[in-house]
């Protein structure tokens, strides 16, 4: 099984975007889905596979720092 964290997208390419993770890391990963810049999604193997929603991706970041304790 696989698991990703949500990711924020910072730039917008013609078939790419940069996202950024929690931690500050960027990445430019393939994107067959319309994004805007500030939308979240949820990546694997470098491409995008679903946009989430921003209230989605805050409980999932709530829910990963309450396992790090």
């Known amino acids: 099984m696989c698991l990703t964290i949500p990711k924020k997208v910072i730039v917008v390419?013609?078939?790419?975007?940069?996202?950024?993770?929690?931690s500050g890391d960027r990445q430019k990963v393939k994107s067959m889905i319309d994004l805007k810049i500030g939308d979240y999604?949820?990546?694997?193997?470098?491409?995008?596979?679903?946009?989430?929603?921003?209230?989605e991706a805050r409980k999932i970041f709530k829910i990963l720092k309450k396992g790090e304790k």
Do not use: A
Request: contains cysteine.
């Open 41 to 55: 999604c949820l990546t694997q193997q470098g491409i995008v596979v679903e946009k989430i929603g921003e209230g």
């Open 13 to 22: 390419e013609k078939d790419f975007v940069i996202v950024e993770n929690p």
